[in-house]
Structure formats: structure tokens, C-alpha cells
């Protein structure tokens, strides 16, 4: 069974920094290309960051040159770093894999975690 934990939401002061985290697992972490979403309070969900089986990234023009998705293979673990937080950061983020191999695609979520940026 596929699952997917998110950890280290919280409520940060804009300029600030936060590090999400999201656990997988079930067995697809290494064939799965990994990204992060979030969704605002009356807004789509859009997607954050990006990062492919090889490492490869891409990133939402907001948060270009602030936020930084990695994954480690042997932990089964991929993260977020924000920096430089603002309020329009403050969202609901969640983390995503999909099978790059596996068609159709099918997209597993993980449970959220709030993300809170005020002073």
C-alpha cells in the first residue's frame, strides 16, 4: 500500500524559513517522480516544486530561487526548503508521486500539512 507523510508544517514569520518533509511508502519512491502542491483557501491546488527519478527539478515562478525540492533514494524521503517566506506562501501543502513508468498515471497524495506565514 502506497503512502505518502508529510511533516513540518507550522506558522512562521514572513522571512522566514520552514522544511517540509514526505515519507514513502509502498515500494514505488524509486520509480516515482515526487513534487509538492499546495492549495490556498478558495484557490486550485498548483503545483510547488518538482523532481524527477534522475534529480532533475522545476519550480512555480513564485518561488523561484526561494524554495528547494531534493529527494534521497536511500531514505525513501523528499523535501522542501522554504525560505524567505511570505503570507502568500500560507497554504496547505502537499506532497505527490507518480509511476513515470505507469500509464494511465495515477497521482498518490499525501494528507497535507499547513503552512502559515504571518506575523
Known amino acids: 500500500q502506497v503512502q505518502l507523510v508529510e511533516s513540518g508544517g507550522g506558522l512562521v514569520q514572513p522571512g522566514g524559513s520552514l522544511r517540509l518533509s514526505c515519507a514513502a511508502s509502498?515500494?514505488?519512491?524509486?520509480?516515482?517522480?515526487m513534487g509538492w502542491y499546495r492549495q490556498a483557501p478558495g484557490k486550485q491546488r498548483e503545483l510547488v516544486a518538482h523532481?524527477?527519478?534522475?534529480?532533475?527539478?522545476n519550480y512555480a515562478d513564485s518561488v523561484k530561487g526561494r524554495f528547494t525540492i531534493s529527494r534521497d533514494n536511500a531514505k525513501n524521503t523528499v523535501d522542501l526548503q522554504m525560505n524567505s517566506l511570505t503570507p502568500e506562501d500560507t497554504a496547505v501543502y502537499y506532497c505527490?508521486?507518480?509511476?513515470?513508468?505507469?500509464?494511465?498515471?495515477?497521482?498518490?497524495w499525501g494528507q497535507g500539512t499547513q503552512v502559515t506565514v504571518s506575523s
Open positions: 523532481i524527477t527519478t534522475g534529480g532533475g527539478t
Open positions: 509502498g515500494g514505488i519512491f524509486s520509480t516515482s517522480a
Open positions: 505527490n508521486a507518480y509511476m513515470v513508468n505507469l500509464y494511465p498515471r495515477r497521482d498518490y
